[in-house]
């Protein structure tokens, strides 16, 4: 009880205490400062989402609405460059996240053959409605927690929704260590200095593409497949042959 005198131990009592730690044998020595770094960067490797033979995950967020459908099936048509490029350094897995018409947002399980990927794809029309990037941002961050997501690509042309709750979302994901690829299509000014806050704040990057501009956008996705299958190093030897990748590399934290 607190407040209580502690009672002196006897003669016998303090005896008996040192036999028995007589019988656990000596105490194991304290390992040296080295040793713990040593074992931390064991572990952290161990858990680390780009470490060996570790199955890369992405997030790959589309604007589905009415504007979109040429640059839907863009994507659809380039989807299997991603797979491609991963497969060189070890695999992925997809899940598909898009939105359209009125209040509809949706995912997709996750996705490791390009063909099924493409078959899903292209039974989805788009129809007109608002942007919902901040679900889609809400959607990562649950994927993040749960299944360990190494990176987010986005692609739109369009932000029609409060800059400032977007940006609290994507510093929950800057704090998970997941950078969000901000690819936007056409000019809007809008929209670019939303998402180049948002790929600021995850530690992603903000890269911009022509309308319909199929290699551009070929490149860019070619350049996160890479980053989420081998890290900013798969990323930097892909940048040194590709535009995309060296467009990215330059942002990335």
Same mark, same amino acid.
């Given at each position: 009880m607190?407040?209580?005198?502690?009672?002196?131990?006897s003669?016998?009592?303090?005896?008996?205490?040192?036999?028995?730690?007589?019988? =656990? %044998?000596?105490?194991?020595?304290?390992?040296?400062? !080295? /040793?713990?770094?040593?074992?931390? +960067? #064991?572990? &952290?490797?161990?858990?680390?989402?780009?470490?060996?033979?570790?199955?890369?995950?992405?997030?790959?967020?589309?604007?589905?609405?009415?504007s979109?459908?040429?640059?839907w099936?863009?994507?659809?048509?380039l989807?299997?460059d991603?797979?491609?490029?991963?497969?060189?350094?070890g695999?992925?897995?997809?899940?598909?996240?898009?939105?359209?018409?009125?209040?509809?947002?949706?995912?997709?399980?996750?996705?490791?053959?390009?063909?099924?990927?493409?078959?899903?794809m292209?039974k989805?029309?788009?129809? =007109? %409605?608002?942007t919902?990037?901040?679900?889609?941002? !809400? /959607?990562?961050?649950?994927?993040? +927690? #749960?299944? &360990?997501?190494?990176?987010?690509?986005f692609?739109?042309?369009?932000?029609?929704?409060?800059?400032?709750?977007?940006?609290?979302?994507?510093?929950?994901?800057?704090?998970?260590?997941?950078?969000?690829?901000?690819?936007?299509?056409?000019?809007?000014?809008?929209?670019?200095?939303?998402f180049r806050?948002?790929?600021?704040?995850t530690?992603?990057?903000w890269?911009?593409?022509d309308?319909?501009?199929?290699?551009?956008?070929?490149?860019?996705?070619?350049?996160?497949?890479?980053?989420?299958?081998?890290g900013?190093e798969?990323?930097?030897?892909?940048?040194?042959?590709?535009?995309?990748?060296?467009?990215?590399?330059?942002?990335?934290k």
């Amino acid at each position: 009880m607190a407040g209580e005198p502690i009672k002196p131990k006897s003669a016998g009592e303090v005896a008996s205490a040192k036999a028995e730690a007589r019988k =656990g %044998g000596p105490l194991p020595e304290k390992p040296s400062a !080295s /040793e713990d770094i040593a074992a931390f +960067v #064991a572990k &952290a490797r161990a858990m680390s989402p780009h470490r060996a033979g570790a199955r890369g995950r992405l997030v790959f967020a589309l604007d589905a609405t009415m504007s979109r459908q040429p640059t839907w099936d863009m994507a659809c048509a380039l989807q299997a460059d991603m797979f491609r490029e991963a497969a060189s350094l070890g695999s992925l897995d997809i899940r598909l996240v898009y939105y359209r018409g009125f209040n509809e947002c949706r995912a997709t399980g996750w996705i490791s053959d390009s063909a099924q990927l493409a078959k899903l794809m292209s039974k989805i029309d788009c129809q =007109g %409605g608002n942007t919902q990037i901040g679900k889609v941002l !809400s /959607e990562a961050r649950r994927e993040a +927690v #749960a299944s &360990a997501v190494r990176a987010v690509v986005f692609v739109g042309d369009a932000m029609e929704e409060s800059v400032d709750d977007l940006c609290a979302k994507a510093g929950e994901l800057g704090l998970l260590k997941v950078p969000v690829f901000m690819f936007q299509e056409g000019h809007d000014a809008t929209a670019e200095q939303a998402f180049r806050e948002i790929a600021r704040l995850t530690g992603g990057a903000w890269c911009k593409f022509d309308p319909g501009a199929a290699a551009q956008l070929r490149e860019l996705l070619r350049a996160a497949a890479a980053y989420a299958a081998g890290g900013r190093e798969a990323l930097l030897r892909l940048s040194k042959t590709t535009g995309g990748a060296a467009a990215l590399i330059g942002q990335i934290k």
